[in-house]
């Protein structure tokens, strides 16, 4: 028989996963904050290419 966690390890164990999907999802913001300053980079260049 499995014995029952008290109520205050699930809550713990459930503020990591929070803590885990906010901080996969701040990298994410990030990254594509990083490749939008990137390709708008690529577009001033080819706009000046081509003038």
Do not use: C, W
């Amino acid at each position: 028989m499995l014995k029952k966690q008290p109520h205050y390890v699930d809550a713990l164990e459930n503020s990591r996963r929070v803590d885990i999907k906010l901080k996969r999802k701040a990298e994410f913001i990030t990254d594509s904050e990083k490749i939008h300053a990137e390709l708008d980079d690529v577009f001033k260049k080819l706009g000046s290419i081509t003038e």
